[in-house]
T-cell receptor, first 109, second 111 residues
Framework: QKEVEQDPGPLSVPEGAIVSLNCTYS??????FMWYRQYSRKGPELLMY????GNKEDGRFTAQVDKSSKYISLFIRDSQPSDSATYLC?????????FGKGTKLSVKP | DVKVTQSSRYLVKRTGEKVFLECVQD?????MFWYRQDPGLGLRLIYF???????EKGDIPEGYSVSREKKERFSLILESASTNQTSMYLC??????????FGPGTRLTVL
């Protein structure tokens, strides 16, 4: 079993939709959780990170972690065509970081 | 802002050539990483380094070596490039926090 599982998509939504991206993880020792955004042919850029269960909000983005069910989510409100990218979740502990394979999102105008 | 740069965005090499990929970070980070990224396989860790001249194998080190002579620079070496090493190569660095910062990537094609 992979340590961090992520549905690869692709996911296509109309502009303005609420997007939900999800990951599950298997290692209960993971202490920190991150979301990266990767545009085509570019390196991943850090979008959000959190160390605890609950929600963390940054503008149109909300990261949610449920440690009891080992579930990580990213919500995007009022999605824009510029949000079209691959989103990578990551989880880790003690300096290690395990990445999901990424979900490709397309937001149609 | 953390800045991680990679020496080339695109590289084309022939089978059997020795290939050097360079990565430089400007934030005095101790930890640096090399990944490759392939469709359907995600990011796979090749090597990482937690200090100058220190290195550790990642999940797929075969066919690769690394060099870290200075804190800011981490090099990935393909001793004899093969077609199955055609990939996107990503360098990352990490300081005292747990977040990794990535470079723009090098898309390597081995013919």
């Amino acid at each position: 079993q992979k340590e961090v599982e992520q549905d690869p998509g692709p996911l296509s939504v109309p502009e303005g939709a609420i997007v939900s991206l999800n990951c599950t993880y298997s290692n209960s020792a993971f202490q920190y959780f991150m979301w990266y955004r990767q545009y085509s042919r570019k390196g991943p850029e850090l979008l959000m990170y959190t160390y605890s269960s609950g929600n963390k909000e940054d503008g149109r983005f909300t990261a949610q972690v449920d440690k009891s069910s080992k579930y990580i989510s990213l919500f995007i409100r009022d999605s824009q065509p510029s949000d079209s990218a691959t989103y990578l979740c990551a989880a880790g502990s003690q300096g290690n970081l395990i990445f999901g394979k990424g979900t490709k999102l397309s937001v149609k105008p | 802002d953390v800045k991680v740069t990679q020496s080339s965005r695109y590289l084309v090499k022939r089978t059997g050539e020795k290939v050097f990929l360079e990565c430089v970070q400007d934030m005095d980070h101790e930890n640096m990483f090399w990944y490759r990224q392939d469709p359907g396989l995600g990011l796979r860790l090749i090597y990482f380094s937690y200090d100058v001249k220190m290195k550790e194998k990642g999940d797929i080190p075969e066919g690769y070596s690394v060099s870290r002579e200075k804190k800011e620079r981490f090099s990935l070496i393909l001793e004899s490039a093969s077609t199955n090493q055609t990939s996107m190569y990503l360098c990352a660095s990490r300081g005292s926090t747990d977040t990794q910062y990535f470079g723009p990537g090098t898309r390597l094609t081995v013919l």
